[in-house]
């Protein structure tokens, strides 16, 4: 095994989130405050904040409200003085918060240490429109000719979805199939943002976003937080006796012109990260016992399949047909209910995303009928840009290996 | 020394930056381009950009241009694939981005990597005026306090100024003094986006902006990029026979709002910041042989003069008096012009004073009359947020230590 890992030297041993939702009622402040206690109270043995030494904050400051800078965790967590430092990486801000925590903890500068996210995106100016159209009325060729041609985020990953359609004969049916399996888990998750089971029918009959891609084929603007407490894995049975384990990282961009992708039937970064992921952890894709991906829309996810090699390449409608997404299936995916149905409040997604590992993987999942039965080894991905821009994936375990 | 650090473990072995200035004829990639340029070319014994195995990305998207993402660096630099991780933390952007490539470089991750900061502020809707105004006129209670008082970034750091007059008997002279040495310094850098010297009677007779703090007082708006080059410090001479460093880091926030700080005559998170530096450095502050300080505003700078130790609490106006800072006094400070004259295009600044630690270390300082004789260690350090949110430090040095 290469030296170049954080194989085994970092554990989660703690972690809270809060319902995700339209919370009208609920402040920036409230929701941080608020997933930080529950992720405190997460601690088995107890931990008190002032052994919080260092803390990374996700926020992708997607509505301009200059919730940017570690002041505003330090003043909201009461966490004043120590080191916070603010990672931002598009839609894959709270996984690649996390493994920036975990390099330093890693690097031995920090026994513990705290990733928050916090996104509010509802009763807010802008939003998702403002950010796509906004700045790109403004300014520099590239949002420009986003905007000139009005590739918004589901018409730019859709195009994904009709190449892969075109290509591999892929159907609606199958993106559609994808919905229905995030919406039946996301159902029983008492934290979804969306707690309903849905049809094929309903999805295929919904109206077009962006072709081929329908309202229930896109994940909601939904407001939420998340937060996880890491520390060294020496040290982590003084905090609880079930710690679940990093195994490794990944993390890689592409540029931004859609002009400039090679293939529209794979998500490049995506493979990238999970070859990189895999190759710290020492595992495989036929070894991930779940995973949590980035379904920003239903075609994400089922080429999601492919890319991070849970069936190969063209079979991800095979893949969805016989269920293997679904417990008892090969790799049940988005047992959380996804972007789709648990909720995609930017920054604070990755980091959820790592909640749902450390309970899967503590054979604690909340809600009935959504445990992963033995659960040992999770992968939490993030894809963020307009299009498919950049990719991190975390793979995490609950012994070392 | 304890084993919590990441001193000796990371070397700086190329840098390279752009005049700044106001760049109207060069695009945000361009600049970013030509630093990084610059710096491949700075490396004495060349490298091949693909032997770069990751990035992190300052910019602090201060005017909304949504540069944000790693997937930007990628499309510019060419960096398609590596992990490329953005950190934005106000002004500290710069410093607090290097500070995290050195965690996952000394952490054993990478062996090298490269920062690139850059910050496009004019020829753009908005600048500082909308970062302060824009979002404080729509949301949350804390930027409105901010726009309902009129607190703008003068004003909150003249709130500093003020107190320190009052308790200390500080004058505007001295805050002064500060501003025509840093012109005295810059005017002789090629680098600098202003290179004239000033008066004590221009900064006394320049239009006050808000009290005590006049034209000359405060820094300018620049655009602007920067890079450097990091590695583990064992292949440094693979890449160089003078390789730069890395002792210490610190990194400190406080709370937003300006009702929860204790003392104005004080930058507590700068004070926390050195002290984490320091610690982790094995240095004090009498070790400190030059200095490139976050003169946001010329009170800004004396008071730093104080919270990193170069003089008793309360002594900086005789530290000013006796030209201490400047070359051949007791800690020479922004001997590259610093914010004042060298500019301030935010995320690149912090990258930007690395890369004059670099030279300067190196005995290779561009300009006539600007190199700091025998300089081993430098320091550099950031400012954030409207009124000092967060600081970050960095110590570097020209040998291990």
């Known amino acids: 095994m290469s030296e170049r890992t954080i194989r085994n030297k970092v554990a989660v041993v703690g972690a809270g989130t809060i319902p995700f939702g339209e919370l009208y009622d609920k402040s920036f402040e409230d929701m941080m405050s608020e997933a930080y206690l529950n992720c405190l109270e997460s601690v088995d043995k107890g931990i008190d904040p002032k052994e919080i030494e260092a803390c990374w904050y996700a926020n992708a400051d997607i509505v301009w409200q200059r919730h940017s800078t570690g002041a505003k965790v330090a003043e909201t967590l009461g966490l004043t003085g120590i080191p916070i430092t603010r990672v931002e990486n598009a839609c894959a801000t709270g996984s690649d918060a996390f493994r920036n925590a975990c390099f330093a903890v890693a690097a031995g500068l920090y026994d513990v240490a705290l990733v928050v996210g916090c996104e509010k995106m509802l009763d807010t100016p802008g939003g998702l429109i403002g950010m796509v159209d906004l700045p790109a009325s403004i300014e520099y060729p590239q949002p420009r000719f986003f905007n000139m041609f009005a590739v918004t985020m589901p018409s730019a990953f859709g195009l994904y979805g009709t190449r892969h359609m075109h290509v591999y004969g892929t159907e609606r049916k199958h993106f559609a199939m994808v919905s229905v399996k995030s919406h039946h888990y996301g159902a029983k998750n008492p934290y979804s943002h969306f707690r309903r089971e849905i049809t094929v029918d309903d999805v295929l009959n919904a109206p077009i976003i962006s072709w081929p891609l329908g309202l229930y084929d896109c994940c909601?603007?939904?407001?939420?937080?998340?937060?996880?407490?890491?520390?060294?894995?020496?040290?982590?049975?003084?905090?609880?006796?079930?710690?679940?384990?990093?195994?490794?990282?990944?993390?890689?961009?592409?540029?931004?012109?859609?002009?400039?992708?090679?293939?529209?039937?794979?998500?490049?970064?995506?493979?990238?990260?999970?070859?990189?992921?895999?190759?710290?952890?020492?595992?495989?894709?036929?070894?991930?016992?779940?995973?949590?991906?980035?379904?920003?829309?239903?075609?994400?996810?089922?080429?999601?399949?492919?890319?991070?090699?849970?069936?190969?390449?063209?079979?991800?409608?095979?893949?969805?047909?016989?269920?293997?997404?679904?417990?008892?299936?090969?790799?049940?995916?988005?047992?959380?209910?996804?972007?789709?149905?648990?909720?995609?409040?930017?920054?604070?997604?990755?980091?959820?995303?790592?909640?749902?590992?450390?309970?899967?993987?503590?054979?604690?999942?909340?809600?009935?009928?959504?445990?992963?039965?033995?659960?040992?080894?999770?992968?939490?991905?993030?894809?963020?840009?307009?299009?498919?821009?950049?990719?991190?994936?975390?793979?995490?375990?609950?012994?070392?290996?």
């Open 220 to 401: 909601p603007i939904t407001d939420g937080a998340a937060a996880v407490i890491v520390c060294k894995s020496d040290i982590a049975k003084k905090y609880t006796d079930s710690p679940v384990y990093v195994l490794g990282s990944g993390l890689a961009s592409q540029p931004v012109c859609l002009n400039l992708r090679r293939d529209f039937t794979t998500m490049e970064p995506a493979v990238w990260a999970a070859r990189q992921a895999y190759e710290m952890a020492g595992v495989g894709p036929e070894d991930i016992d779940f995973a949590e991906l980035h379904d920003c829309f239903s075609c994400t996810e089922l080429i999601q399949y492919e890319d991070l090699g849970f069936c190969k390449k063209g079979e991800a409608k095979t893949f969805v047909e016989n269920q293997e997404m679904y417990i008892g299936g090969k790799t049940p995916c988005n047992i959380s209910g996804g972007l789709k149905s648990h909720g995609h409040p930017i920054a604070a997604t990755g980091v959820a995303q790592i909640v749902e590992l450390f309970w899967q993987l503590r054979n604690e999942a909340p809600g009935k009928g959504r445990q992963v039965p033995n659960a040992e080894i999770g992968l939490q991905q993030n894809i963020g840009g307009a299009g498919p821009q950049v990719s991190c994936i975390n793979v995490l375990a609950n012994k070392k290996m």
